[in-house]
């Protein structure tokens, strides 16, 4: 008797389940995983992922501090440790590159490349003031953010030592650093309650918000930040230097990051389909999934395809593009594919059954 009880009861959960289940299809239930998707993007996705920038972002500036006080190679290594852990929330960061970000320039400001090692030793050369003003001033924004840090840490050909940074490269790095941290922490209060709140705009999303008059707005606005990223780094971060066959316009040149700055990325645009940075949410996925499973699968795995693809290049991608070649097409045929179904089938799915 307890047997066939636990198995009537054990038959009746699974099929409330697969009701549930089912039920996802219908309108209010795929309205709930709409406005799930949206606010897990706010709080889940973007503001914890510049939460995370602006902290790393410090650990960076104190890091640097403590090199230019102590200057030993064991300095020198953390502060690299520290510039490459930055690089990964960055990254991660730009798949969802839109908003603030985009509209004040956040990124231009801090991650413009190429960078010519020319300015930069000019730059150094020069009487120019480098105090955290003087970057925030300069017009050539090549000459301030992310590079010119890794130009410091790791030198031209990437043997920097800490016995070899100059003074005036330790004044350099000291208000480059001040400055990157400064804009972290600007761009984290732009989208936060308590500064700009530019994530509320995307929780109005159809229920009165001047950017977003329509909850498809807010979707197709993410759809953009991912489909920009990755063309960006197919089309742009990687082919470019590829076709040409030069390394000095290659994204992080002197310590040789460019192919985890690629991954991830990819990784992040990922996670943003997902709607997860750290934590786990409700994303994209959760709502092709209900009405479309097939899609869910061929985007999930045109994703993991092409960021699986990075593994195939073994050498930093400024010796890559020269002795890998096939290894690179492969990655920029695996990202051409994907940026073709992010723009075509899933921009089609939204435009046809997000419907406020």
């Given at each position: 008797m307890k047997s066939y009880t636990l198995l009537f009861f054990f038959g009746a959960a699974l099929l409330a389940g697969s009701c549930r289940k089912a039920d996802v299809n219908t309108g209010s239930d795929f309205a709930k995983i709409e406005e799930q998707a949206i606010s897990d993007f706010v709080h889940v996705?973007?503001?914890?992922?510049?939460?995370?920038?602006?902290?790393?972002?410090?650990?960076?500036?104190?890091a640097i501090s403590t090199l230019n006080i102590?200057?030993?190679?064991?300095?020198?290594?953390?502060?690299?440790?520290?510039?490459?852990?930055l690089r990964?929330?960055?990254?991660?960061?730009?798949?969802?590159?839109?908003?603030?970000?985009?509209d004040d320039e956040y990124d231009p400001e801090t991650d413009t490349w190429p960078v010519s090692f020319n300015d930069l030793?000019?730059?150094?050369?020069?009487?120019?003031p480098l105090g955290v003003d003087d970057i925030e001033a300069l017009n050539q924004r090549s000459l301030k953010g992310y590079h010119p840090?890794?130009?410091?840490?790791?030198?031209?050909?990437?043997?920097?030592?800490?016995?070899?940074?100059?003074?005036?490269?330790?004044?350099?790095?000291?208000?480059?650093s001040l400055h990157l941290k400064s804009q972290a922490e600007k761009l984290?209060?732009?989208?936060?309650?308590?500064?700009?709140?530019?994530?509320?705009?995307?929780?109005?999303?159809?229920?009165?918000?001047?950017?977003?008059?329509?909850k498809k707005d807010a979707f197709l606005a993410i759809l953009e930040g991912m489909l920009a990223i990755c063309e960006e780094v197919g089309e742009g971060k990687?082919?470019?230097?590829?076709?040409?066959?030069?390394?000095?316009?290659?994204?992080?040149?002197?310590?040789?990051?460019?192919?985890?700055?690629?991954?991830?990325?990819?990784?992040?645009?990922?996670?943003?389909?997902?709607?997860?940075?750290?934590?786990?949410?409700?994303?994209?996925?959760?709502?092709?999934?209900?009405?479309?499973?097939?899609?869910?699968n061929e985007i999930q795995q045109k994703f993991n395809t092409a960021i699986n693809s990075f593994?195939?290049?073994?050498?930093?991608?400024?010796?890559?593009?020269?002795?890998?070649?096939?290894?690179?097409?492969?990655?920029?045929?695996?990202?051409?594919?994907?940026?073709e179904t992010l723009d075509t089938k899933l921009r089609a799915f939204i435009q046809q059954n997000i419907t406020d």
């Open positions: 996705v973007a503001i914890p992922g510049y939460d995370e920038l602006k902290t790393k972002a410090s650990i960076l500036n104190t102590i200057p030993t190679d064991a300095n020198l290594d953390a502060a690299k440790i520290a510039w490459r852990d990964v929330t960055w990254e991660r960061c730009e798949g969802y590159l839109f908003g603030p970000v985009e030793d000019s730059l150094l050369a020069s009487s120019n840090i890794e130009y410091v840490l790791w030198g031209k050909e990437g043997l920097q030592t800490a016995a070899g940074i100059t003074d005036r490269q330790k004044q350099y790095v000291t208000s480059l984290y209060s732009s989208w936060a309650p308590g500064g700009g709140n530019y994530g509320q705009h995307l929780l109005n999303a159809g229920k009165g918000s001047t950017l977003y008059p329509m990687m082919k470019e230097p590829f076709d040409t066959q030069d390394p000095n316009i290659v994204e992080s040149p002197f310590s040789g990051n460019s192919v985890s700055d690629f991954r991830n990325n990819i990784t992040g645009a990922l996670n943003v389909y997902k709607g997860k940075f750290n934590d786990d949410g409700v994303g994209l996925n959760e709502l092709v999934r209900a009405k479309n499973i097939a899609l869910d593994n195939s290049i073994t050498k930093p991608f400024e010796q890559a593009i020269i002795s890998e070649r096939i290894q690179c097409q492969t990655v920029m045929d695996a990202l051409e594919a994907l940026s």
